[in-house]
């Protein structure tokens, strides 16, 4: 594969700026391998240039942004966030030809198309993977991944502190103001969480979900917004007994020239597939013409994940600079899958009181009973069962042990042995 | 948006190549206006060109295989799947510079390395979105969504019918043969269903995926394959009794230099993130470096999914052949969402015989209840509530109503309204 190098100029090094640094070192060969793509991130715009940042090289970081802009690269990444100065930044790369991934969610939900609008005309790429919900790939899932179907709505999960103070109030019965208190402990939650919790950093990603989901403009004030500020733990108490979870969602629906989009708690049954999404996770449901029900989950923030984003974004651009690239593959060597582990033994025996012999066997292999059953058939057609659930042990003893079992003949048949997964 | 023409050639019009070409009639449109790619179907290989095809205009048909490849087109999509003649047809296509789109698992499985090879050589692409879990765009999110991160593990249920037999014993408590023969008759399993009930179909998926996530060849011997047949209705009851679910996982963890790779009828606990996969739905769990774990769940397979998939690649090939696309917003009126629907409304009050006023205000309105409570702090500092769980009604009546109570004086601060979503 021929090897192309690209010049990454970083604007901003906080949380997901430190990541990218953090995982480009980490992992370019892994990249170089994969698509022929060899990056260096050649310089770094920052505030305060004296400040510590631990594994950044200092002779990168620059406080003149047209040293980042005009160094030679490729593709500048914006890391900064807000509206201003990054909205210039950006435009100014773009005037430039230079490609532009950003992260930058309040911007795009603000002023996403007219940036668009002049990364075309300037024929580069904008990559905004890491704008909404950090690793989980949903940017890209719209825009090409789903591009050959009508979406008829999204319902998404797009606050992790909402979720994870949601998920406290229900998992350990806290009231709202503990919780909060716990995510902000716990590094989620901003210093002031206006913004999550009460609904608005949902509204910006909603925003630009739906605008590429439904291929139109979303004025801002179309999305209804509402917090869970209200929430108390009784309510959700109250949910759960009536077969409900409360959940932060951000719903958006386009039914032909209509759209609707909202942010809200809402009651959900148990049984739906965003009840599940736990602590700061965040998921997307998308539901489309073709493809029908389609899940997303994940990780929403945090400096590697929304890190990964950014990459994705970037070597995505690089790889459809020119070249091509097909994977090669390098040789492993493989071995037998978890070796150890729990597992749930079931024997067909004539008498269910062969669970002494069966567990004789299994104790003398050394193998720990965590539950065991001698089972009467409750029909003529069905069979009487010995069921063991074993402790943590040797796939190969429970093999040799099943043999064992075998050999001693009280089994009627042939006994399975079934991995537990954590 | 400049306009380019992409024409088409497609091998094989079986399920999913009528699924293609009703979804590309039905989005050419939206395709167009989100990419600027205007698609078009030039001819298509049958081995029957009399045969009926609703939908299907008989004048593309044709039984030569090299009036499709050579016939202009610009790319070939490959639906007739198996290991011949598909094969010596994709080689021909690339031999001849026209990009690939297939579908094909069990090829890819067999000989994706050489075919991958062959298509970077004649620097044209390969697309396989739609060979792996249908219209579920996991191919692309390990090419390019996570591609700056370590994959250190995948775990999938890959196998729909699987997954509806599975299902349906444990939901429906039905032995494995009702359940086989039921997943018959809805028609997601073959009439001879060896391949995928003895875990082979899966184990198929998996090397592809193991292959792109670890970057790495896999000998098909080195996945271990186990099948469902043996499992039964009381070994799905004794897991439950457990706390786990029995779930069809085919997983693969790489480590440093070595990797594993396993399909097999596994117990899951009831919390994990695959236990709530139902019926034939697909998903995937993939664990990064960066982004830690993320699950991609949806249609596994069908007509329009794996169209979805495969038009998916067809555009992604046609937008990196030339110009850039922006999306460009179209007017769509907004609407105030969810007009109607089931709530659930919570009252603070000093005396929860308040109930009676409460509920007479909301019959009043034409608001029918499905469960009412008063409900007594149990603590000084909490507070007497009425709560109400209502019928389907207008979300406007809801907000009438809470004005209306709060004006006859019984409440105690401010009611809420939460919706209930289906």
Redesign the interface.
Known sequence: ?VTRKLNVGLLGCGTVGR?LVE??A??HT??R???GVELAITRILVRDAGKERPGVERNLLTTHPEKVIDNGCDLVVELIGGIEPARALIQRSLARSKHVVTANKALLALDG?SI??A??IQ????GF?ASVC????II??LR???????IHSL?GILNGTCNYILTRMTEDRVDFNDALAEAQAKGFAEADPTLDIDGHDAAQKLKILA??A??????AQ?V?VEGIR???A??IQ??RE?G?V?KH?A?A??SG??????V??????G???LA?IRDENNAVLVR????????????GAGS??S???V??DV??IAC?QG????????????????DHG?H?L?FPVDDPSAIAAITTVLERNGIGIA?A?A?WAKSAS?QN?V?V?TQDCLRSTVETSLRDISASGVEKG?G?A?????
Chains 1, 2 share one sequence.
């Open positions: 594969m990541g995982l480009v980490r992992n892994l990249i391998q994969r698509t198309f668009m609008k990364a075309e024929k580069v790429r904008l993977e950090g690793g989980i790939p890209r899932a090409n991944g789903l591009v050959g179907n009508q319902r605008e590429l439904f291929h139109a403009h979303v004025p179309a209804l209200h929430i108390t009784d309510d109250a949910a009536l409900y409360i969602i719903a629906e386009c020239d209509c759209m609707s989009l909202q809200h708690p809402v009651l959900l049954p049984k739906h597939q599940g489309g013409d073709a493809v029908g029900e389609m899940v997303f989950s994940g990780k590697l994940p890190a990964s984003a990459l994705s070597v995505d459809h070249g091509f690239s097909a994977s090669q593959g390098k040789v492993l060597d493989t071995h037998a899958p978890d729990k749930y079931r539950r059953a089972v069905a069962q069921r659930l042939q399975i079934l991995r537990v997964m954590d």
